[in-house]
């Protein structure tokens, strides 16, 4: 049997020449019909969504990990999550073997085809799992160096216990919206160094963090840790993050317990969910890691992924989007075999489902730096845009995506995008306002 990685194979739904979604990546996601308002299960090729809800009905989810465990049938993919890898594996080759051009049952099926497979534009994507936990990390080196170079100077630039762990907070899973949802600009309570008390008000520093999370796959029990050698066994697939940062509002709350309402308005993600399986071909070596990690955080072997990241800024008012970072998953100290590991040392469980963020994600060089924050740094050298405008941070009406993807000879495995609007703030005479008598 020809493996569903094979660069060779090739579909008989259509595939424009650079697409993300080649029948090498089939990444699962979860989506709204039109003419039918329960989320379903999909999966992703070339301009097409593959509706599962009707190829499961039409029996076609045969082999032993699939028949008859309603797996695939929505409306979100918890279910699925928890059914481990042979099961993930079982529905990928399924339908890597059904959209091969070298094969009938499918694509000599008119009725079924004609109800299957649906244009990408006809459907509205969903979040695709339903988050109970979301777990925001801190992975990458030169992100926390850039930040605490601005914050605390050179010479204590990375806290003493980052190297010797992945630092994390736990988020918010109530905020996660799916990409295209415009995000409302926070109000809160901020402080300019040179001001004698706080005030409240819109935030005037809104950013972007260009991160990657993964989905959790069946989950640990309450007290059992997941060792780092089994911990991608329990991880399902990537997506695109943005988590969206209000610096102004985190700079006067972040001490002494760290993020709270500079982060937790809102946290955009990707809809289709690229499968480690998908990912495999692009495996690569992480950064060295010294001092050596304690022995729980060992992971021997290859735990990159070449994944190229971009963030592409359209400015309100304006049409063309422009790149502002071209960035790589690759460069994160921190891998993910590494963070669930730290995550369920304590005995913390994870659930099916959970959303694990790796934090932004900055590069060696100034233009692959992850946020406004860096990009600009702290303000101090504003970004130039090419139609004569600066900017330090995201005004209203700006439009800000994430693309990503892994770049094969002659394919790619892509993300699709994360985007999202910046909206006004709500007036703070409409938050401040004296109930009514
Ligand atoms: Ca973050």
New binding site residues.
Partial sequence: MIAANDPSLRSFVPVPEGSDFPIQNLPFGVFRRADSPAPRIGARIGDHVLDLLEIEAAGLFDGPELRGRDLLRGPSLNAFLAARRPAWREARQTLSLLLRDTEEALRDNQALRARALLPASSVEMCLPAQVGDYT?FYSSREHATNVGVMFRGPDNALMPNWLHMPIAYHGRSSSLVVSGTPVRRPCGQTKADTAPAPSFGASRLLDF?L?VGFLTGPGNELGRPIPAAEAEDHIFGLLLVN?W?ARDIQKWEYQPLGPFLG?NFATSVSPWVVTLDALEPFRCAGPIQDPEPLEYLHTPGAHGFDIQLEALLAPAGGRNEERLTLTNFKYLYWNMAQQLAHHTVNGCNTRPGDLV?S??ISGPTRESRGSMLELCWGGKEPIRLSNGEERTFLRDGDRLTIRGWCQGAGYRIGFGEVTGVVMPALETSQLTAEPRS
């Fill in positions: 925001d963090e991160e988590d940062s982060k963020a934090g932004t």
